[in-house]
């Protein structure tokens, strides 16, 4: 683990948002969207989230999943990377870097328990050799920082314990975003303390003044996250199938 954030390969491989955005033209070839692009990322979101919660990992392990499989999807396209496999196996590797391990066999049986969809469902196999490819499409760095640790001694340091549990939702919200690959991760704690002290009403003005925090950037990141669940009211499954169908993945 490195250091410190400024010293570490996350800092390093910070992104700006046009490259994170960037449809990968086997994608494109085969008609993807950027909204397309998008909504499929954040079903995969969704799904790593409710197989974490079968599995039973901590909330770190979900993050720094949910971060890889965002991260690969900036070096690949989901053309070569079935996003079904990307999604449990990404987990799988998180897991087993936040120490946390979630074996292969159990993960298996969960996934071909909690899908119907046969499309969702692969061997042992597949994810071991997913697994070799992701380590490799992530130049094996494996270290992510999160907004978790900052986001609890910003609170502290603010008086607003008592918005943690707001604060914390925000920032798992955030993982159905990108960014967390184009932010620094106090940033986007930053964002978050400030969304749920307007939404308290709680006058936090003098605090952040005394932080000399570009405030531009920390209500841009707030907007970016206002605007997100105002466009996303739900994911509308028969879009994400849609999508994934042009991909002619696995049949």
Excluded at 112 to 125: H, S, T
Excluded at 149 to 178: C, E, H, I, S
Excluded at 204 to 211: A, I, P, V
Aim: include cysteine.
């Amino acid at each position: 683990m490195a250091a410190n954030f400024w010293a570490s390969s996350h800092y390093k491989q910070l992104l700006d948002q046009e490259d994170v955005e960037a449809v990968h033209s086997p994608d494109k070839e085969k008609g993807i969207t950027l909204e397309e692009f998008k909504l499929v990322k954040m079903h995969m979101a969704n799904y790593i989230m409710r197989l974490a919660q079968v599995v039973k990992v901590r909330q770190r392990v979900i993050a720094t999943a949910v971060t890889y499989m965002r991260r690969v999807y900036t070096r690949k396209s989901l053309s070569e990377y079935d996003p079904r496999l990307v999604a449990p196996t990404c987990l799988y590797l998180a897991s087993k870097a936040e120490e946390s391990t979630v074996q292969a066999r159990p993960l298996v049986f969960y996934i071909k328990k909690q899908c119907p969809d046969e499309k969702y469902r692969f061997e042992i196999k597949d994810i071991l050799e997913m697994e070799m490819k992701i380590l490799e499409a992530l130049d094996y760095y494996l270290v992510v920082y999160h907004p978790y640790r900052p986001l609890t001694l910003f609170l502290q340091d603010a008086g607003l314990t008592d918005m943690t549990q707001l604060a914390w939702g925000l920032v798992n919200d955030t993982y159905k975003m990108d960014l967390i690959l184009v932010h620094p991760p106090y940033m986007i704690a930053l964002a978050c303390i400030y969304i749920g002290s307007v939404l308290k009403e709680k006058d936090t003005t003098s605090w952040f003044e005394e932080l000399r925090v570009d405030m531009n950037v920390v209500k841009n990141i707030s907007m970016e996250i206002l605007d997100f669940y105002d466009n996303n009211k739900g994911i509308l499954e028969d879009r994400v199938n849609a999508a994934l169908n042009k991909l002619a993945l696995k049949q």
